[in-house]
């Protein structure tokens, strides 16, 4: 197996569903501008409130391959 390098960022993604759904979020805005996303780790799980509506957040490091 090849050595191979990630860079890791933070992203933090939300929804007024779920805390998965929040996760898909931040995983699919990431898709558009990233290639070879490889892994990801929930590092924080809060919720914000919106005039009394409930927002899941969700910190995440999401790791990518360096060509």
Known sequence: MA???YKL????GTSKDSYEKAIHTA????RE???DLS???VTEMRGGL???AVEFQVKLKVAFKVH
């Open 50 to 52: 919106q005039e009394g």
């Open 3 to 5: 050595d191979r390098t």
């Open 27 to 30: 995983l699919n805005k990431a």
């Open 9 to 12: 960022i933070e992203l933090v």
């Open 39 to 41: 892994w990801f780790e």
């Open 33 to 35: 501008s990233l290639k």
